[in-house]
């Protein structure tokens, strides 16, 4: 158990609609990140934030948004979902960036756009 | 040219067999090189961690890093059947922390 958890495990959904992933860092962490796993893609990078602020930004979708509460857990919405957003969504967490830059994963969030 | 190189496998091999899991990659920038092991639908585990280049062992997984020829690898001594997984290589430095990931490589350790 790496300490990151993530809610939902699984999520069904159809097009158009609009879901919102939660995510809990570890104890003590102050950086989140947001990675989508497909199987054609692999792991890419989304977005990054550190104690509420956006950090650091990949090819995230402009139908998808995020953000760090003053809890320090993390929200990735999703929007106008299409049938390519379907995979796995994980939350990594780390320490402050720079002194320490092991990401732990949390379990993921399954979703599945019909 | 990808930024991350990794041979997708499969790999399959004996119990107790050593196993050699390999990527290159492109950006010179990279300063900060992880190992993580995934198994089916479950959350990647990070295995390895190394800044900068050098070898780090950890029980039975030794991990390498050679900066000058852009190339790392990660070895599984005494492998066991619970070690059948997918492994990514995983990568970072520059002005940010995202990481950068290989495809990963499926390995099966046969009992």
């Known amino acids: 158990d790496s300490g990151v958890t993530q809610t939902p495990k699984h999520l069904i959904t159809a097009t158009g609609q609009r879901v919102t992933l939660r995510c809990s860092p570890r104890?003590?962490?102050?950086?989140v990140y947001w990675y989508q796993q497909s199987l054609d893609q692999g792991l890419q990078f989304l977005i990054q934030?550190?104690?509420?602020?956006?950090?650091a930004k990949g090819n995230i979708l402009e139908r998808f948004s995020a953000q760090q509460f003053p809890d320090l857990h993390s929200e990735l919405n999703l929007s106008s979902l299409e049938l390519g957003d379907s995979a796995l969504y994980f939350c990594?967490?780390?320490?402050?960036?720079?002194?320490?830059?092991?990401?732990?994963f949390g379990p993921g969030t399954r979703l599945t756009v019909t | 040219q990808k930024e991350v190189e990794q041979d997708p496998g499969p790999l399959s091999v004996p119990e107790g067999a050593i196993v050699s899991l390999n990527c290159t990659y492109s950006?010179?920038?990279?300063?900060?090189f992880m190992w993580y092991r995934q198994y089916s639908r479950k959350g990647p585990e990070l295995l390895m961690y190394?800044?900068?280049?050098g070898n780090k062992e950890d029980g039975r997984f030794t991990a390498q890093v050679d900066k000058s020829s852009k190339y790392i690898s990660l070895f599984i001594r005494d492998s066991q059947p619970s070690d059948s997984a997918t492994y990514l290589c995983?990568?970072?430095?520059?002005?940010?922390?995202?990481?950068?990931f290989g495809k990963g490589t499926l390995l099966t350790v046969n009992p």
């Open positions: 990594a967490s780390s320490t402050t960036p720079g002194l320490s830059n092991e990401q732990y």
């Open positions: 104890s003590g962490d102050l950086s």
């Open positions: 934030y550190y104690n509420g602020e956006e950090r």
């Open positions: 950006n010179s920038a990279f300063q900060y």
């Open positions: 190394t800044y900068s280049s």
């Open positions: 995983a990568m970072s430095g520059g002005s940010n922390y995202k990481l950068t």
